[in-house]
C-alpha cells in the first residue's frame, strides 16, 4: 500500500503537467461562460414546457364544459 502511495505522488510531482495560472484562470472563465449559457437555455426549455403544458391543460379543461 505504501509503494503505490509513493509511486503515485511520484507520478503526480514528476509527470503530470500543470497548468499555469494564468492558463486555469482562462479555462475557468470559459466554464463559468458556458455554465450560464447552459443555464439560460435550461431555463428557456422550462418555462416554454410550462407554457405549453398550461394551454393544453386549460384547453382540455374547456372542452369538458
Known amino acids: 500500500m505504501m509503494g503505490y502511495i509513493?509511486?503515485?505522488y511520484?507520478?503526480?510531482?514528476e509527470k503530470v503537467s500543470w497548468p499555469s495560472f494564468s492558463k486555469l484562470q482562462e479555462m475557468t472563465i470559459i466554464v463559468m461562460v458556458a455554465s450560464v449559457i447552459f443555464a439560460i437555455v435550461v431555463l428557456a426549455m422550462d418555462m416554454s414546457f410550462e407554457t405549453i403544458m398550461s394551454n393544453i391543460y386549460k384547453f382540455l379543461g374547456n372542452l369538458g364544459r
Open 10 to 13: 511520484k507520478e503526480l510531482v
Open 6 to 8: 509513493k509511486n503515485s
